[in-house]
């Protein structure tokens, strides 16, 4: 059951995590390699659908064109999840890390 989640506080624990050391491996598919913030979201919101969905789409031939068009992507991506709630619509996509 999920609790109730407030997405301020979640977001809020969230900007302490900064990569760290501790990795993890997912389980069905062993090249996802995520850190502890993702762990942390996965189990403070429930979402390991989210990282079951992150991990179906590495290795696909769409991920696979968008690495080769951006070589940071195949190196380390981040995921962003776009929700519409309007239209009942999420777009989950790879993003290259960005120069800052």
């Known amino acids: 059951m999920i609790q109730d989640i407030n997405p301020k ?8 995590y900064t990569g760290g ?4 491996r997912h389980r069905f598919n062993l090249e996802v390699i995520y850190t502890d913030g993702l762990r942390h ?4 919101a429930e979402a390991y659908w989210l990282l079951d ?3 179906s789409w ?4 769409i991920f696979r064109r968008a690495a080769a068009n951006d070589v940071r992507i195949g190196e380390m991506h981040f995921w962003r999840l776009i929700v519409d709630r309007e239209e009942s619509i999420a777009t989950l996509h790879a993003e ?5």
């Open 41 to 44: 979201l996965a189990q403070s």
């Open 9 to 16: 506080q979640l977001n809020q624990e969230l900007q302490q």
């Open 21 to 24: 050391d501790q990795r993890y």
């Open 96 to 100: 290259a890390d960005c120069d800052v």
């Open 53 to 55: 969905a992150i991990a």
């Open 58 to 61: 590495l290795g696909s031939p």
